[in-house]
């Protein structure tokens, strides 16, 4: 289970700007925004939304 530590906010600020270069990778789980089950729910379904939007197009 992740440990966030000072400075968590920003480095996965630039850890999304990152992906903006990177299409066709998609993250989610309680690395990012929040370990709970809902929020690893929530990162995961943002996640599949992207995914699905990608190959729409
Ligand atoms: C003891 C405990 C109690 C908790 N209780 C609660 C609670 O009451 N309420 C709550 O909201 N949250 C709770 N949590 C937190 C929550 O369960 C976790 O933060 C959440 O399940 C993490 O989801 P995840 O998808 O990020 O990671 P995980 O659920 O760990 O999923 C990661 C998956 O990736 C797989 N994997 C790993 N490496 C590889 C690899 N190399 N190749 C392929 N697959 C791989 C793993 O097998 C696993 O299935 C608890 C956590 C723990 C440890």
Redesign the pocket.
């Known amino acids: ?2 440990q966030y530590v000072v400075g968590h906010a920003e480095r996965v600020r630039a850890i999304e700007a990152e992906l903006e270069r990177l299409p066709g990778l998609f993250l ?4 990012y925004s929040g ?6 729910a929530r990162t ?1 379904r943002a996640a599949a939304e992207r995914a699905l939007a990608l190959l729409a197009r």
């Open positions: 289970m992740a989610a789980g309680n690395a370990i709970g089950i809902s929020d690893c995961g």
